[in-house]
């Protein structure tokens, strides 16, 4: 990356045009400063040394690489630069290597395409994905995009938007749920809604409703009873189509907020019930991602459509059950 001073820089130590006008951290100033990837004008240059009008001001970054063991999974590539690598992720696919799934991830996958691109880098998931979530997974090439990032959705400049559909007829056209999420005990993943929670909110708008969940599906796919579901289970029987918004990003917050209030995502086995005849995981999808990218300061759309699943499932409850919008 580079910066030129203009007449307002002149003066300015090294290190405060790295966090004033690259908003470099301390923390990666401290990286820059060991490995020696800061320069002006061409040579290596100290952190406390002061800098002029017109000079060029450049860093590297260390350069890193991950080893997780390569693996031939196919990837959707949504959009790739030299700083982000941005994926639709498949169902069935842990981001990264667990003790429960220490091999075929998407880490895996990734880790054999960098290979195969010839590119070497640490490979830094940005957002995170249950494995059974569907959508856009953005992956930083660098720390600066990691760090760029967070600090962006720390200050409430990322939005990001998922598709899912849900148990019951929810009441309201749009809402925001605002209960704090955390773990239910140490050791166990499932999270829930509780007084010692991080704050969580979720805010969801109605795009559909299904009335006619029991006996609709019943007779097209044999009974929500044999799919482990209650007939028109969910608050107000039926189902709906929600988009939904994240102002944070706890771990499972869709999933737990949705369940809380009575509308758990459909075949969310951990939260609600599977439904095995009508899709075989929760029908959770992050369509939309929107940012700045960390180095042009550009205004990014990452897009990935519904899947064949869910697209099959709306497919249904629409044929049978009659829609309501």
Known sequence: MEYTLDAGDDG????????????????????????????????????????????RIALRFPEEASEFVPEPIPLRVLYEDRDLLILDKQAGLVVHPTKGHPAHTVANGVMRYMLDSGEAYKIRFINRLDMDTTGVLLIGKNAYSQEIFARQAAEGGVVKRYAAVVEGLVENDAGR????????????????????????????????????????????????????????????GGRSLLELELETGRTHQIRVHMAHVGHPVLGDSLYGRPAPLLIERQALHAGELIFSHPRTKEQMFAKAPLPPDMEALLARLRRVQGTVT
């Open 12 to 55: 300015m130590k090294v290190r405060e045009i790295l966090r004033r006008r690259l908003s470099v951290s301390a923390r990666l100033m401290r990286k820059l400063k060991n490995g020696g990837g800061v320069t002006r004008n061409g040579v290596f240059a100290k952190m406390n040394e002061k800098a002029e009008a017109g000079d």
């Open 177 to 236: 749920i605002d209960l704090p999420v955390g773990k239910a005990a140490e050791d166990q993943v499932r999270r829930e809604v509780r007084a010692d929670g991080y704050p969580s909110v979720t805010r969801y708008r109605v795009l559909e409703r299904f009335p006619g969940a029991g006996a609709g599906v019943a007779a097209d796919a044999g009974s929500d009873a044999s799919a482990g579901l209650a007939p028109g289970a969910g608050r107000g």
